[in-house]
């Protein structure tokens, strides 16, 4: 699967965020705490796959009583 979009509300330290993925190889690079792995993590969790140590109060910012993710995929 290629990812085109990602967007995201209220996860971890991303308040609002959309990131656009140009090509089929993309590469994350930043400092210690820039949120790096909470992209990783917002792809990886509307596909269920189990991360540790992630829960509600963890990933919604602020305790937020939601969060959103949503994932554009390029066509097949």
């Known amino acids: 699967m290629e990812i085109k979009k990602l967007q995201i509300e209220?996860?971890?330290?991303?308040?609002?965020?959309?990131?656009?993925?140009?090509s089929s190889v993309t590469i994350f690079i930043g400092n210690n705490g820039a949120g790096k792995t909470s992209l990783?993590?917002?792809?990886?969790?509307?596909?269920?796959?189990?991360?540790?140590?992630?829960?509600?109060p963890t990933i919604a910012r602020h305790r937020s009583p939601r969060f959103i993710l949503e994932v554009t995929r390029l066509p097949r």
């Open 10 to 22: 209220n996860f971890t330290q991303f308040t609002d965020l959309t990131v656009e993925l140009a």
């Open 40 to 56: 990783l993590r917002a792809v990886a969790t509307p596909f269920w796959i189990r991360i540790s140590k992630m829960t509600l």
